[in-house]
């Protein structure tokens, strides 16, 4: 029999997950196969708890017991000197014990399922709650992380521009260290204010190309300028990124998307892009007698506010949900709608539900028009939809539930074997796609790549 | 409706079940299959006639009315030509039974002639023994052929009612076989049908089901609840998710309201949505639904007009102020489905595929009560 150990090992039931402290300060002590032993009988007390935690555990806290019984069992074979150790468990207990194996087993299995059936999207991951901010945040971001996390700010062009305006604000207030130059501490004073905002919400392909852009900028710039003067040339150079790639793209577009619209034709258009609105009240502005169809849908809803907008402005709408759809589509002459980041193979990435639109409208062969500026293409090819998406919070945040159907008929929070998905995007596939209106033109989805073409000679 | 000449017998009853259809207060369709059966019942019983086709002339009074108080509730219609089918069975194995039944399942040009649609083939035996004495149009005694025949009726109509009350467990018999484990399944709705499929699968199979919610009516939820409680992994899903999701689902199980005679079916809303992402993914689509369904009639999408709309309240309330004014909302209750998008039919009676539907129709229903 090998030596007995110089000190007191915890007994089979493991210790329990609060006392690191008198295992740890005796890790270094115990040899290799002892710590072995020790990890063997933790993790074995967590199968028992998890066992003993599942809803279908009929078998309970006996069962448990017995799991952790028989888990102790193993470490006998490691044929290190257990019994001192450990109180091993009697024969009989043992015998009784893999008898029960099977239904401890069992119900170790349904609990695995259980936890395996909801793993299948916990790659999506939940929206974590902002925490308080850590270090020096500044105001602005705080403000802006808060907006974001609650929906406040939506949409691609709307959250780009909060932040680059946020960001302005920023470099204003930032005062460069000594014996350093703004060109190349700026940018790691941002980075911590940029994992904010991305810990409130996974940022968009606009925000992340706009700060690649500003990234580019500050460490382009001039270190023999006074501060000042440095940050006035930043933010030139912000407000004409503004400018030139959203605020006048957006009237190029307008102009022609707002040409594929006749006199007599049914627009379609989905949840609420800030782009096709634009289009919407432009043509109707120049003349054109059109009426638009609305289609929307949860988690979010935003289409009932592009439907205020757009009968304020006089424009005949009709409005439905997504499952009706089918209904509606044969009757409609074209299909707009925005996007969040285009894809070099021509995929649209944008609001959850634009790809079932406009799978059905090529299905009645309706032309499928993107309205999207050239800033949000995207280099990487996404295959499907859940490469990267985002999950919106649970529960009503957008009060998208009609009022004449009571809550309790409603299932808002997760329940044992039932999980409530939100993804809040989708990827449209190219080939359900007619074209997409840019700044630089009217592009076939399958040139999409060649957009950066397009730019290196703007 | 202008009141009705001759009162049909058990006429109160009808009338009963007309005031509840028309005020929609009836929920399901096999509630409303049930109800119909038990009404015909009490007509069948109270019934005063000399020959067959004078029951049959009250069985359809009967059914028009019934189909007229809500003519989008298919099963209605549905139930009575079953009824009728059922009764000329029964009554051509009574009267025939002195008559060897050359009638086998040989479909000739003269048997088309003669009895003018291929007939199931019938048990040989009769099920009572006082068939021999059935004498129609009896002058003395008009009401002996009445109830001579009346017993063998009620059982016909008893088989029917057997069948609506074992649907749920028929259709569920193959459930094992077709679930496998550690699938995804997706559905959407409350079918009570699919429902039952999926948890008598969950007995013997670990698989996950993906519900969309289906708004407006949201039923999904009541459907994830269903499933959840019965311990079947669950996620509830939005409508807008179905294409996200259709890459990873193994297979689309629906429900339907009817089935039309093309292999067609009508669905709640969101099922055209639902079966077409699955076509373009090359994804099963599997359709639950008790025979009940099949309903003889299949130009019923060609007009607006043959949709259900539901109160548009639930899309856009009047919380919304001014735009309820100004805008259209349009908000029906079910959808088409075309036979090129579904795969395969499970009902009580096994499984085909759209393209028998037709022959399923043909041997449930007679052509003379397509029109009641």
Same mark, same amino acid.
């Given at each position: 029999m090998a030596p007995a150990p110089t000190l007191d090992v915890h007994p089979v039931n493991g210790p329990p997950a609060g006392e690191p402290s008198a295992g740890q300060k005796s890790q270094k002590q115990m040899t290799k196969a002892e710590r072995r032993e020790l990890q063997e009988k933790q993790r074995a007390a967590k199968a028992a708890k998890a066992a003993a935690n599942a809803p279908n555990g009929k078998l309970g806290g006996k069962a448990a017991k017995e799991l952790s019984a028989l888990a102790g069992a193993p470490s006998k074979k490691t044929g290190r000197p257990s019994d001192a150790a450990s109180k091993p468990p009697p024969p009989g207990l043992v015998k009784a014990a893999q008898a029960k194996a099977g239904q401890a087993s069992l119900a170790d299995q349904s609990a695995r399922n259980q936890a395996r059936g909801l793993l299948i999207f916990s790659h999506f991951g939940l929206p974590k709650p902002v925490s308080a901010a850590k270090g020096d945040i500044h105001p602005a971001i705080a403000r802006l992380a808060l907006q974001f996390s609650t929906f406040k700010i939506t949409g691609a062009n709307a959250r780009c521009i909060a932040t680059l305006t946020a960001f302005k604000t920023v470099i204003q207030d930032y005062v460069t260290p000594q014996n350093n130059t703004l060109s190349r501490h700026l940018m790691t004073y941002l980075s911590p204010q940029i994992s904010h905002l991305v810990a409130a919400r996974p940022m968009s392909i606009t925000m992340g190309n706009a700060i690649r852009q500003l990234k580019l900028d500050i460490s382009g710039s001039d270190i023999d300028l006074p501060e000042q003067d440095a940050k006035d040339v930043l933010f030139r150079k912000i407000d004409t990124y503004i400018r030139e790639r959203i605020i006048i793209a957006d009237q190029v577009i307008q102009e022609t998307a707002g040409n594929k619209i006749k006199d007599g034709d049914i627009v379609l258009t989905y949840a609420r892009s800030s782009v096709v609105e634009k289009v919407l009240l432009e043509a109707h502005a120049s003349g054109r007698e059109f009426s638009v169809i609305v289609v929307d849908s949860r988690p979010m809803l935003e289409g009932k506010r592009l439907l205020a907008v757009l009968s304020e402005a006089g424009i005949q709408c009709t409005y439905l949900l997504l499952p009706a759809l089918g209904s509606v589509i044969s009757e409609v002459s074209v299909v707009l709608v925005g996007a969040h980041s285009i894809h070099t193979n021509g995929a649209v990435y944008s609001r959850a539900g634009t790809a079932l639109v406009a799978m059905m409208a090529k299905r009645h062969s309706v032309p499928v028009v993107v309205c999207c500026e050239t800033y949000k293409f995207s280099e990487n090819i996404q295959l499907d939809s859940f490469t990267k998406n985002e999950l919106a919070p649970l529960g009503d945040l957008f009060s998208s539930f009609p009022n004449n159907k009571p809550r309790e008929y409603l299932t808002l929070e997760n329940q044992p074997h039932l999980e409530i998905l939100n993804p809040l995007y989708d990827l449209t596939p190219p080939s359900c796609i007619t074209a997409v209106v840019t700044e630089v033109g009217v592009i076939p989805p399958n040139a999409i790549s060649s957009i950066p073409v397009a730019l290196g000679r703007l | 409706?202008?009141?009705?000449?001759?009162?049909?017998?058990?006429?109160?009853?009808?009338?009963?079940?007309?005031?509840?259809?028309?005020?929609?207060?009836?929920?399901?369709?096999?509630?409303?299959?049930?109800?119909?059966?038990?009404?015909?019942?009490?007509?069948?019983?109270?019934?005063?006639?000399?020959?067959?086709?004078?029951?049959?002339?009250?069985?359809?009074?009967?059914?028009?009315?019934?189909?007229?108080?809500?003519?989008?509730?298919?099963?209605?219609?549905?139930?009575?030509? @079953?009824?009728?089918?059922? %009764?000329?069975? /029964?009554?051509?194995?009574? =009267?025939?039974?002195?008559?060897? +039944?050359?009638?086998? &399942?040989?479909?000739?040009?003269?048997?088309?002639?003669?009895?003018?649609?291929?007939?199931?083939?019938?048990?040989?035996?009769?099920?009572?023994?006082?068939?021999?004495?059935?004498?129609?149009?009896?002058?003395?005694?008009?009401?002996?052929?009445? @109830?001579?025949?009346?017993? %063998?009726?009620? /059982?016909?109509?008893?088989? =029917?009612?057997?069948?609506?009350? +074992?649907?749920?467990? &028929?259709?569920?018999?193959?459930?094992?076989?077709?679930?496998?484990?550690?699938?995804?399944?997706?559905?959407?709705?409350?079918?009570?049908?699919?429902?039952?499929?999926?948890?008598?699968?969950?007995?013997?199979?670990?698989?996950?089901?993906?519900?969309?919610?289906?708004?407006?009516?949201?039923?999904?939820h009541d459907m994830a609840r269903a499933l959840s409680a019965a311990g079947i992994s669950t996620f509830l899903v939005p409508d807008s998710s179905i294409y996200a999701i259709m890459s990873r689902v193994n297979k689309i199980i629906l429900g339907a309201h009817a089935i039309l005679a093309n292999g067609g079916l009508v669905a709640i809303t969101g099922s055209l949505l639902a079966a077409t992402a699955a076509r373009a993914h090359s994804t099963p689509v599997v359709v639950c639904a008790g025979q009940f369904k099949l309903t003889p009639l299949w130009n019923l999408y060609h007009d607006y007009g043959a949709l259900d709309f539901a109160d548009p309240s639930s899309v856009l309330g009047f919380e919304e102020g001014k735009l309820v004014e100004r805008v259209d909302v349009v908000n029906p209750y079910y959808d088409y489905v075309g036979p090129e998008l579904v795969d395969v039919f499970i009902t009580n009676d096994g499984d085909h595929p759209p393209s028998s539907v037709y022959r399923l129709i043909k041997e449930t229903y007679d052509d003379d009560d397509h029109e009641l």
């Open positions: - | 409706m202008a009141p009705d000449p001759t009162p049909i017998p058990g006429h109160k009853a009808v009338e009963t079940l007309v005031a509840k259809l028309r005020r929609r207060q009836i929920v399901g369709s096999r509630q409303a299959a049930l109800e119909t059966v038990l009404v015909l019942r009490q007509v069948v019983s109270k019934a005063r006639f000399s020959n067959i086709q004078q029951l049959i002339v009250i069985i359809r009074e009967a059914g028009r009315r019934l189909v007229e108080a809500q003519p989008k509730e298919h099963t209605v219609g549905n139930t009575v030509r @079953r009824v009728l089918h059922n %009764i000329r069975e /029964e009554y051509h194995s009574a =009267v025939k039974v002195s008559a060897p +039944t050359s009638s086998r &399942n040989v479909y000739t040009i003269s048997k088309f002639v003669l009895q003018g649609q291929p007939r199931k083939q019938t048990v040989g035996a009769p099920k009572s023994e006082t068939t021999a004495t059935l004498k129609e149009d009896d002058p003395d005694d008009p009401d002996s052929f009445a @109830r001579g025949i009346k017993p %063998i009726l009620m /059982e016909a109509i008893q088989d =029917v009612l057997d069948e609506l009350e +074992t649907v749920y467990d &028929n259709v569920s018999k193959t459930a094992k076989d077709h679930i496998h484990s550690d699938e995804i399944i997706l559905t959407i709705g409350h079918s009570r049908t699919v429902e039952a499929f999926l948890k008598s699968a969950g007995h013997t199979r670990n698989y996950t089901v993906i519900v969309a919610e289906t708004a407006p009516s949201y039923s999904g």
